[in-house]
């Protein structure tokens, strides 16, 4: 069994920057996805930022050059720096963990709003 542990959402304003945080632990393979998706009210869940094991990155348009995904494998885990934050990014942000099955974090809301 795997869990995720979110952590450092909250409100700020436009403009500002937030850091979360996932820590993984159970039952994980070295070679993974690990990343995080966000899903705002209304609206499908959506994919943001990606990284894989190996360092290979993916991002969601909207976020690129903004937001930045990074890991430590070491400690299972994965970390998203959100900066110049926009109203738009307001949502729930959810870790994932693809490890042949996928795992989803409890979600930690962030708000941007003056």
């Known amino acids: 069994q795997v869990q995720l542990v979110e952590s450092g959402g909250g409100l700020v304003q436009p403009g500002g920057s937030l850091r979360l945080s996932c820590a993984a632990s159970?039952?994980?393979?070295?070679?993974?996805?690990m990343g995080w998706y966000r899903q705002a009210p209304g609206k499908r869940r959506e994919l943001v930022a990606i990284?894989?094991?190996?360092?290979?990155?993916n991002y969601a348009d909207s976020v690129k050059g903004r937001f930045t995904i990074s890991r430590d494998n070491a400690k299972n885990t994965v970390y998203l720096q959100m900066n110049s934050l926009k109203p738009e990014d307001t949502a729930v942000y959810y870790c994932?963990?693809?490890?042949?099955?996928?795992?989803w974090g409890q979600g930690t809301q962030v708000t941007v709003s003056s």
């Open positions: 159970g039952s994980i393979f070295s070679i993974n996805v």
């Open positions: 994932n963990l693809n490890n042949l099955k996928n795992y």
């Open positions: 990284m894989t094991s190996s360092g290979i990155t």
